[in-house]
C-alpha cells in the first residue's frame, strides 16, 4: 500500500529564526502523525540550514520529517546568477524539490521543457522531484482540464526510463484552488489524477498529492479517494499545529 506525503510549501515565507520556532513546535506534535504519513518541510533557501538543524536537533539526521526545496536550476553548476543547484541542495541534506509550481510557470516563465530538465537533474542528484501541474480555470471551463494536465505530466516525465518514474512524486493542483479557498470536488481531483497515474508505465505507484487550498478540515476528504496519496501544503502549512493536524488527518 503506498504511504501518504504532506508537503509544506511555506512560499516565500519564514525567515531562518522563524522556520527554527515552526520546526521547534511542529516536532512535539509530530507523535500525533501516524507513520503511515510522511512529512516534507519545504522552507525558502535561506532557512533549508536552520530547518535541516532543527530537525536533526529533533529527530536525529535521518528522522520521519524530510527537507525540501522549492525550486532549482538543471545545470550542476556554472555562470547562473541567483541560481541554486540540485548539488548544492543534496549537500544541504534536501532529499524532495518542487519543480514546475504553477507560480514560477506564471511569473517566472517556467515552461514545460525548463521543469522536464530540472525534473531529471534533480533525479541525478537523488533527490525526489514533486513535479506540479494544473490547469486554469479558462481551461477547465472549456472543458480542456484533462488533456492540460496530461501533456505536463508527459512533457516533464516522459523523457525518463520507467526506473527513474518510479522515484518521483507528482503534485496536481488546479491553479485556480491555490490560495483562493475554493477546493477542487475531491471526485473530480481524483479522476484527473487516476488519469496522470495510467499515462505512463512507471507511475502506478508513486505519490500523488492534491494541491490548492487544502486545509486539515478537508484534507480527509481528498485522502479517502483510492488514487489521491496526500496534499501540497501551502496557507495551512504556515502554523505548525495546524499542519500537523492536516498530517494526522491526511492517514488514510
Ligand atoms: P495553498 O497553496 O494551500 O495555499 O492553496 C498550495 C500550493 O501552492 O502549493
Known amino acids: 500500500m503506498r504511504k501518504q ?20 513546535r511542529f516536532m512535539q506534535r509530530v507523535d500525533s502523525i501516524p507513520r503511515s504519513v510522511d512529512v516534507v518541510l519545504c522552507p525558502p533557501f535561506t532557512a533549508l540550514h536552520d530547518v535541516r538543524g532543527a530537525l536533526a536537533g529533533a529527530q536525529g539526521e535521518d528522522g520521519r520529517v524530510k527537507l525540501g526545496a522549492q525550486n532549482m536550476h538543471w545545470e550542476a553548476g556554472g555562470a547562473f546568477t541567483g541560481e541554486i543547484s540540485a548539488p548544492m541542495l543534496r549537500s544541504l541534506g534536501v532529499q524532495y524539490v518542487i519543480v514546475g509550481h504553477s507560480e514560477r510557470r506564471q511569473y517566472f516563465g517556467e515552461t514545460d521543457e525548463m521543469v522536464a530538465l530540472k525534473t531529471a537533474a534533480a533525479l541525478r542528484s537523488g533527490i525526489v522531484p514533486i513535479v506540479a ?16 494536465v496530461l501533456s505536463q505530466v ?7 526510463q520507467p526506473d527513474e518514474l518510479r522515484r518521483v512524486s507528482i503534485a496536481y493542483e488546479p491553479i485556480w484552488a491555490i490560495g483562493t479557498g475554493q477546493n477542487c470536488d475531491p471526485n473530480d481531483a481524483n479522476e484527473i489524477m487516476s488519469a496522470i497515474r495510467s499515462c505512463l508505465p512507471g507511475l502506478e505507484n508513486v505519490p500523488i498529492l492534491y494541491g ?8 480527509a476528504a481528498y485522502t479517502a479517494q ?3 496519496d496526500g496534499g501540497l501544503v501551502g496557507g495551512a502549512s504556515l502554523d505548525p499545529d495546524g499542519f ?9
Open 5 to 24: 506525503l504532506c508537503a509544506a510549501n511555506w512560499k516565500m515565507h519564514k525567515t531562518g529564526d522563524e522556520a527554527t520556532a515552526f520546526v521547534e
Open 133 to 148: 501541474v494544473g490547469e486554469s480555470l479558462a481551461t477547465r471551463r472549456a472543458g480542456g482540464a484533462l488533456d492540460h
Open 154 to 160: 508527459r512533457a516533464a516525465l516522459g523523457g525518463l
Open 212 to 219: 490548492g487550498s487544502v486545509k486539515p478540515g478537508n484534507i
Open 226 to 228: 483510492p488514487d489521491v
Open 244 to 252: 500537523a493536524a492536516l498530517a494526522a488527518a491526511a492517514a488514510k
